[in-house]
């Protein structure tokens, strides 16, 4: 069966650092993946999905980036981390290989604070 | 282009009592449409899916969801809440990529359902 994992769960850091947030899927291949930003008391914000390695489409213009290295490893990243980055950021997957009629599966999420 | 709006930002029942959270959807082509539930400080699960075939999709954990393509509805039903129900849900619609390469989902803003005892 297939699975993601999303790490750290928890992260706090100062305004101005720099981010790593990674995501891996195991048990299929050439998934579609995203990452999505809920901040307190809102809906989500797709931020950046990717169909293959290498191809990364952002949807809001913003401080953040996407990387997709490996078929199954996406990673979200910042040079210099500003206070409205704080959110609680979640990873998803969906097989790339079928119809739009398929559900997204989501990771557990990362609870960033920024101080 | 697709959309989706969730009437009420906060639904509350007492416990044992019908649960209704609204879902209206826009959408150019037949929808694929979804609700989740998003429980604190996790991720979002998938309670129920419709793509095609029978209007009245069943789900986990009780719930049930009916598609009426004249009303552009999509609401989430469960005859009898749970104190567990307590929780955000999402109803999100279905778009393709071009070059059948997936898709992607069109969350509306979710609703804070609390369960009364």
């Known amino acids: 069966s297939q699975t993601i994992h999303q790490w750290p769960a928890t992260l706090v850091q100062p305004v101005g650092s720099p981010l790593s947030l990674e995501c891996t899927v195991e048990g299929t291949s050439n998934p579609n993946l995203y990452w999505y930003r809920q901040a307190a008391g809102r809906g989500l914000q797709l931020l950046f999905y990717?169909?293959?390695?290498?191809?990364i489409s952002s949807e809001v213009p913003q401080n953040l980036s996407a990387s997709r290295p490996q078929d199954r490893q996406f990673i979200l990243s910042s040079k210099k981390l500003l206070l409205s980055d704080s959110g609680f950021y979640l990873c998803?997957?969906?097989?790339?290989?079928?119809?739009?009629?398929?559900?997204?599966?989501f990771g557990d999420g990362t609870r960033l604070s920024i101080l | 282009a697709q959309s989706v709006t969730q009437l009420g930002s906060h639904v509350s029942v007492s416990e044992g009592a019908l649960v209704l959270l609204r879902c209206n959807y826009s959408s150019s082509v037949p929808p694929y449409l979804f609700w989740y539930v998003q429980y604190p400080n996790q991720g979002l699960q998938l309670l129920l899916k419709?793509?095609?075939?029978?209007?009245l999709v069943k789900g986990i954990n009780g719930f049930e969801a009916e598609f009426k393509k004249s009303e552009t509805s999509f609401h989430l039903t469960k005859p009898s809440a749970h104190m567990s129900d307590a929780a955000e849900y999402f109803c999100a619609v279905s778009v393709a990529f071009s070059g059948n390469q997936g898709g992607k989902l069109i969350f509306g803003q979710g609703t804070e359902l609390s369960v009364k005892p």
């Open positions: 998803a997957w969906r097989d790339g290989r079928v119809s739009a009629g398929q559900p997204q599966h």
């Open positions: 990717s169909v293959g390695i290498g191809q």
């Open positions: 419709y793509t095609t075939g029978a209007t």
